[in-house]
């Protein structure tokens, strides 16, 4: 048998912050809801020098994911009302920062890396955000033909942008 100890050590995961993401966005608020509508919203990301070796080859790829901590998200709530949507859905059908493991993805432009700085494009990301991976975007791998997409099929209010409904705010 398990004891609660033992569980929460077993379920313990570890992230090591390898660089931070710098942007023209200091609020949530007027930050682009997605890449796909981020146009050339400029960026920058700072590599530890720990880790600017494993930038070897990356220059290569057109597109990278950007995974992230959304370290300024309100606490996690498993019921949300998305940008897309007048009406609350369960937190795992949308893209919401505000959940119960924070991270965000981003499959950003790269045009170029001096060192340890990465030059990118299509930004939708608060500056200062901690980077805790990169990938590389491979659309041999990363782009499937669907069929449907759950309540997105059903709603398109045109917005482009973030308000502040899953900034934390200065209370919490």
Excluded at 141 to 170: I, P
Aim: some cysteine; hydrophobic content about 35%; proline content about 6%.
């Amino acid at each position: 048998m398990i004891n609660l100890l033992t569980y929460q050590i077993m379920n313990e995961m570890v992230l090591k912050q390898i660089g931070v993401i710098r942007s023209e966005f200091k609020k949530a608020t007027d930050t682009p809801i997605q890449t796909a509508v981020a146009g050339d919203h400029a960026g920058e990301v700072d590599i530890f020098e720990e880790y600017v070796e494993g930038l070897k080859d990356l220059i290569g790829f057109d597109r990278i994911w950007l995974i992230y901590w959304c370290d300024r998200a309100a606490h996690p709530k498993l019921t949300v009302r998305p940008y897309l949507d007048r009406k609350p859905h369960g937190v795992f059908a949308t893209r919401a920062p505000s959940r119960p493991n924070p991270l965000g993805i981003s499959a950003v432009r790269l045009h170029k890396i001096e060192g340890n700085k990465l030059y990118i494009s299509g930004v939708d990301i608060l500056d200062g955000t901690p980077l805790v991976d990169i990938k590389p975007y491979a659309p041999r791998f990363d782009h499937f033909e669907v069929e449907r997409s759950g309540w997105l099929d059903n709603t398109d209010n045109g917005r482009t942008t973030a308000d502040d409904r899953f900034e934390r705010s200065e209370e919490e």
